[in-house]
C-alpha cells in the first residue's frame, strides 16, 4: 500500500518535471516561472524514493505514518507555488492597467496633436 | 484636446462602458448647464456606438484599448487630468442618473470648504428616489460599517458623483480601487487625514442600459467591499505607525 503511495509519487513527479521542461523548451512556460515547479517536483521525487528523508522528516513533523507526511509536504509546496503565482499576476495585472491607462493618454493626446497639423496645414 | 484653463479649472469626467443610449444626452445636458466645460468620456472599451455619440455631442474621448472595469476608467481620466493640469474633476455616471444642474454646487462647495472631496449625495434632504430596495438596505449596511472607520456619518457613501480637487486627484492618478471604487475612495482619502463634505443631489432613472451590480454580483460586491476597505485600513495603519517611528 505504502509502496504503491509512493511509486505513484514517483510517477507524478517525473510527468511534472517532464511537463515543465517539454514546455520550457516550447516556451509555454519563461523559465523565471518554471524554477517553483521543478523544485516542488524534485522534492516529491526524493521524498518519494528516499524513504530516509521520508522518515527524518515525518519526524520532524511529528507524524507517525509517514506516507501522511508526503502527503502534507507536496500540498504545502503546491499551496507555496500558487500563493507566488497569486502574487505574480496582481503585479502582471497592475502592470497590465497602467500600461492600458498610458496607452490611452498616448493615443489620445497624439491624435489630438495630428489634428492640430492638420488644421495648421490647412489653413 | 481638453484644456486647463482660467484660475480653477475644472474637468467633468464620465466613465462610460456601452452606454450609446444615453451618453449624448448626458454630454449635451452638462454643456447646457456649463458651456465651454472640458468633458472627458472614458469609454471602457464599449462594443457599441458610445464613443460615436459621445464625440458628436462635443465631449473628447479617451478610449481604453480593452476593458478595465469602472475603477480602472475612472482612474484613467483622473490621470489625464493630473497630467493635463486640472484642479478640479466631477465625475458623473454615463447612465444619465445624475443630474448635472447639481455640478455647480458640488463644485462650489468644492472650491468654498477647500475639502478635497464632495459627494452628491440622493440620501441628504431627500429620500433616494429611483434607489432599489436592496441598494438602499447595502448603503444603509455600508453606512454603518463606515461610521466608525471615518468617525463621521457619510449618507450615500456609494455615490458616483463625485467631486474631487487637485490634492486627491494627484493621489487617485496613482492609485485608485478597480472594482466599485467609491466606498474604498473614502476610506483611502480618510486615512490620508483628507476632508470630504455631501451636498444633496438628485437621482433620476437611468436613461439606458442596466447597472452593472446585478443581484447574483451583490455578494461578491459587499465581500469585496469590506476586504477592500480592510485591505485599506491595514495598508494605511502600517504606514501611520512608521511614521510615527521615524
Redesign the interface.
Known amino acids: 500500500m505504502i509502496d504503491r503511495l509512493l511509486n505513484i509519487t514517483f510517477g507524478m513527479s517525473l510527468l511534472l518535471i517532464a511537463a515543465v521542461l517539454f514546455s520550457v523548451r516550447r516556451a509555454h512556460i519563461r523559465v523565471e516561472y518554471s524554477v517553483s515547479w521543478l523544485i516542488a517536483g524534485f522534492v516529491m521525487l526524493v521524498l518519494s524514493r528516499s524513504s530516509v528523508a521520508l522518515d527524518t522528516l515525518a519526524g520532524i513533523l511529528g507524524i507517525q505514518y509517514a506516507p501522511v507526511a508526503l502527503l502534507l509536504i507536496i500540498l504545502s509546496l503546491f499551496l507555496i507555488v500558487f500563493y507566488r503565482f497569486s502574487i505574480i499576476i496582481s503585479d502582471l495585472k497592475d502592470a497590465n492597467i497602467a500600461l492600458t491607462q498610458k496607452l490611452a493618454i498616448l493615443e489620445y493626446r497624439i491624435q489630438n496633436i495630428n489634428e492640430e497639423i492638420q488644421k495648421e496645414t490647412d489653413s | 484636446?481638453i484644456k486647463a484653463t482660467g484660475p480653477d479649472p475644472l474637468m467633468i469626467l464620465i466613465p462610460a462602458f456601452n452606454e450609446e443610449g444615453a451618453i449624448e444626452s448626458v454630454v449635451r445636458e452638462v454643456l447646457d448647464v456649463l458651456p465651454n466645460i472640458p468633458i472627458l468620456v472614458v469609454d471602457d472599451c464599449s462594443t457599441d456606438g458610445t464613443r460615436d455619440h459621445a464625440l458628436q455631442a462635443g465631449a473628447?474621448?479617451?478610449?481604453?484599448?480593452?476593458h478595465?472595469g469602472l475603477g480602472?476608467g475612472v482612474?484613467?481620466g483622473y490621470?489625464?487630468a493630473f497630467?493635463l493640469g486640472f484642479s478640479y474633476v466631477i465625475r458623473i455616471d454615463g447612465d444619465g442618473q445624475h443630474d448635472p444642474r447639481d455640478i455647480p454646487a458640488i463644485f462650489e462647495k468644492l472650491k468654498s470648504s477647500g475639502c478635497q472631496m464632495v459627494i452628491g449625495s440622493r440620501f441628504l434632504n431627500a429620500g433616494g428616489q429611483h434607489t432599489s430596495f436592496w441598494r438602499k438596505l447595502g448603503i444603509l449596511f455600508f453606512r454603518a460599517v463606515l461610521r466608525p472607520i471615518l468617525d463621521r456619518e457619510v449618507h450615500d457613501p456609494t455615490s458616483g458623483f463625485v467631486g474631487v480637487n487637485k490634492e486627491a486627484i494627484a493621489v487617485f492618478a496613482k492609485s485608485f480601487p478597480?472594482e466599485y471604487p467609491e466606498i474604498e475612495a473614502l476610506v483611502v482619502l480618510q486615512r490620508r487625514r483628507f476632508r470630504f463634505e455631501e451636498v444633496p443631489s438628485q437621482m433620476r432613472k437611468r436613461q439606458a442600459g442596466r447597472s452593472s451590480i446585478t443581484p447574483s454580483k451583490s455578494v461578491h460586491y459587499i465581500i469585496h467591499v469590506l476586504l477592500g476597505v480592510f485591505v485599506n485600513i491595514l495598508k494605511y495603519g502600517e504606514r501611520r505607525t512608521k511614521l510615527k517611528n521615524d
Do not use: F, I, N, T
Open positions: 484636446m473628447d474621448v479617451l478610449s481604453l484599448p480593452y478595465l480602472g482612474q484613467a490621470r489625464l497630467e478597480l
